[in-house]
């Protein structure tokens, strides 16, 4: 099972601050344990909002909104991409992760091709997809 574990932003996150080097040492050393158990597949601080961008589709044609966005507590200020067993095992791993008072991080179930068989009787989808991920993971060791 793979899991996406969004970390939410705050005030800090959005005016730019980077953690300090108490922090960044703490998280490094909970990442190599992420790793080295196998856990992590990815994972990355993000830029503040103000540094990004919203494109929303409607009928007459795509719009763009540039940040910084007003709701704090609805924007994601990093994430990892974790394999796990269960659902259970991500979160006892993440109630290990060395945050403070007052960080919010969500924990979400990606979908694996399987789920969609139902819509794929052919499985030319499914193989689509895996030449998808073989062809990313690729562009990702460039």
Do not use: C
Not at 29 to 48: K, S, W
Not at 52 to 78: C, D, H
């Amino acid at each position: 099972m793979r899991f996406m574990v969004l970390v939410k932003a705050n005030r800090d996150s959005e005016a730019g601050a980077i953690p300090d080097q108490k922090m960044l040492s703490e998280m490094g050393r909970y990442n190599q344990e992420l790793l080295n158990a196998g856990i992590m597949l990815a994972g990355e601080g993000l830029q503040p909002s103000s540094k990004g961008a919203r494109v929303k589709f409607t009928a007459s044609g795509p719009t763009v909104s540039n940040g910084p966005f007003p709701e704090t507590s609805q924007l994601v200020a990093g994430y990892w991409l974790w394999q796990v067993k269960s659902k259970d095992e991500a979160i006892e791993w993440l109630k290990r992760a060395p945050f403070g008072a007052d960080t919010e991080v969500e924990l979400r179930q990606l979908h694996e091709a399987e789920d969609f068989a139902s819509s794929d009787p052919t499985g030319e989808l499914q193989a689509q997809e895996e030449r998808q991920r073989k062809q990313a993971a690729a562009n990702a060791r460039r």
